[in-house]
């Protein structure tokens, strides 16, 4: 299963509200994580199972969709959410990540 | 606290075997599936593998014939060996912590290894 993010990078200000998509090439149902990675640092979870926030995690993120189309959300952009954010799939093995949207805060 | 560690060389020469290891502390091996991730520019993130507790496993097909995962539960550790190793095989290779529904929802810090004579 391919996952397709877009767009690859973008540049957002303080305040913005900034979507990220990810495409899967099959339907994934609702299997379906988002991750945020900071600059020489592991990836972190932020949603799983599509829209469900994991505990700790900001409010202002959220994610929505099912089957082949989904969006992480950011509302109210932070300067400390400049990273890169990974979509990855929970369907089947071999489980597979998007090539990621890299996030500059203006 | 619940921590991941990796550990093992960080220069590999081609056609050698990759071993890395991961140090678990803290929390229950029993309940997880332990795994290796790696990420290079090219490939981006790459799930390899998983192992449980009792050591059953899943490999992705593009490394299973190159790949074993082993675990030792008393001594909190499980490893990986990715033998014939290719300049392609050069990544920062994260050991994570799998819900067993497939969330990483704890990692290592990452460990950079590069294949190269």
């Known amino acids: 299963i391919q996952l397709t993010q877009s767009p690859s990078s973008l540049s957002a200000s303080i305040g913005d509200r900034v979507t990220i998509t990810c495409r899967a090439s099959q339907d994934v149902k609702k299997f379906l994580a988002w991750y945020q990675q900071k600059p020489g640092k592991a990836p972190v979870l932020l949603i799983s199972?599509?829209?469900n926030l994991r505990g700790g995690v900001p409010s202002r993120f959220s994610g929505s969709g099912s089957g082949t189309d989904f969006t992480l959300t950011i509302s109210g952009l932070q300067s400390e959410d400049l990273a890169t954010y990974y979509c990855?799939?929970?369907?089947?093995?071999?489980?597979?990540f998007g090539q990621g949207t890299k996030l500059e805060v203006q | 606290q619940e921590q991941l560690q990796e550990s093992g060389p960080r220069l590999v020469k081609p056609s050698e075997t990759l071993s890395l290891t991961c140090n678990v502390s803290g929390g229950s091996m029993r309940t997880y599936y332990w795994t290796w991730i790696r990420q290079s520019p090219g490939k981006g993130l790459e799930w390899i593998a998983h192992?449980?507790?009792?050591?059953?496993?899943n490999y992705n097909p593009s490394f299973k014939s190159r790949v074993t995962l082993s675990i030792d539960t008393a001594m909190r550790h499980f490893s990986l060996f990715l033998n014939s190793a290719t300049a392609a095989d050069t990544a920062i290779y994260f050991c994570?912590?799998?819900?067993?529904?497939?969330?990483?929802?704890?990692w290592g810090q990452g460990i950079p290894v590069a294949v190269s004579s």
């Open positions: 994570a912590r799998d819900d067993t529904v497939g969330n990483f929802d704890l």
């Open positions: 192992i449980s507790h009792s050591g059953k496993t």
């Open positions: 990855q799939h929970l369907l089947t093995y071999p489980y597979t």
């Open positions: 199972s599509a829209s």
